[in-house]
């Protein structure tokens, strides 16, 4: 979806900040989950809460993100048998 909302010539900031996302949010959520279930309200609650801000993230995703038309594109019918397929991988 990137690259339907940023041309081809300004992809690289957006690409790069979807990606450092996840090493960002991973390294965020391990540190504050252990001070959570540490100190404040236990291993279990603290997944149930993770859960809880991934189901409203889902949610708001749902009525916000939009996929776009997609224009000029062309699409090819291909014909893939089963031979090459398996030679593709083997």
Do not use: C
């Amino acid at each position: 979806m990137i690259s339907d909302y940023f041309p081809k010539e300004k992809r690289v900031i957006p690409t790069s900040t979807f990606h450092l996302g996840f090493y960002l949010a991973s390294g965020l959520a391990s540190f504050l989950s252990i001070i959570a279930s540490k100190e404040y309200i236990g291993w279990r609650w603290t997944f149930h809460y993770l859960g809880f801000a991934g189901l409203g993230i889902a949610i708001i995703l749902l009525f916000t993100l939009t996929e776009r038309k997609r224009e000029n594109r062309k699409v090819e019918n291909i014909q893939v048998d089963s031979y090459s397929l398996i030679s593709f991988f083997f």
